[in-house]
T-cell receptor, first 113, second 111 residues
Framework: DAGVIQSPRHEVTEMGQEVTLRCKLISGHNSLFWYRQTMMRGLELLIYFNNNVPIDDSGMPEDRFSAKMPNASFSTLKIQPSEPRDSAVYFC???????????FGEGSRLTVL | TQLLEQSPQFLSIQEGENLTVYCNSS?????LQWYRQEPGEGPVLLVT?????EVKKLKRLTFQFGDARKDSSLHITAAQPGDTGLYLCAQRNTGGFKTIFGAGTRLFVKA
């Protein structure tokens, strides 16, 4: 079975550009999490959804960040406009809400110049 | 939000040595998870501990949950280069889905 699929794996962009990161959940999972990982701050929870509904977005840094789940199997994280301090690895993870285990994708490494 | 503190931050040892890493909080955990993350990949769940005093073993890895459920440890016996990675503890909030991670212990096992 396919795991969580993220794209792109790597993105290099210039400050001010829009960035869209994509995530496909594991079939049957109903919870979706977006995390950001840096050496300085570790793995930070940005936002999570349950049954397509955003439950907690308190970790979203600023209004420049937005996340959507247009359907039960797909999510996007958008940064507009991007800034150098947004450079990080962005992970998507999915789970069954009744279970505790998170299944992570391989991450999207974002570099904003 | 409960803060998870992990120690040490970094550990470099020789193959065959034993080691212990720790995860602590000032508050009580409802349950606690340990994940391992290898370079270029996402974290992968190793174990979940729920009951105070619980001990779980996974081959050469032994996980312990403190009696008061405020701390946990991971002990690795006879470490191997394949154990190299970032070890993260995580807590899931009671009745919810939110999972918060500690900063991790970065382990390097030299052959």
């Amino acid at each position: 079975d396919a795991g969580v699929i993220q794209s792109p794996r790597h993105e290099v962009t210039e400050m001010g550009q829009e960035v869209t990161l994509r995530c496909k959940l594991i079939s049957g999972h109903n919870s979706l999490f977006w995390y950001r990982q840096t050496m300085m701050r570790g793995l930070e929870l940005l936002i999570y959804f349950n049954n397509n509904v955003p439950i907690d977005d308190s970790g979203m840094p600023e209004d420049r960040f937005s996340a959507k789940m247009p359907n039960a199997s797909f999510s996007t994280l958008k940064i507009q406009p991007s800034e150098p301090r947004d450079s990080a690895v962005y992970f998507c993870a999915s789970s069954l809400s009744t279970k505790g285990e998170l299944f992570f994708g391989e991450g999207s490494r974002l570099t904003v110049l | 939000t409960q803060l998870l503190e992990q120690s040490p931050q970094f550990l470099s040892i020789q193959e065959g040595e034993n080691l212990t890493v720790y995860c602590n909080s000032s508050s009580v955990f409802s349950s606690l998870q340990w994940y391992r993350q290898e370079p270029g990949e996402g974290p992968v769940l190793l174990v979940t501990v729920v009951t105070g005093g619980e001990v779980k073993k996974l081959k050469r890895l032994t996980f312990q949950f403190g009696d008061a459920r405020k701390d946990s440890s991971l002990h690795i016996t006879a470490a191997q280069p394949g154990d190299t990675g970032l070890y993260l503890c995580a807590q899931r909030n009671t009745g919810g889905f939110k999972t918060i991670f500690g900063a991790g212990t970065r382990l390097f096992v030299k052959a």
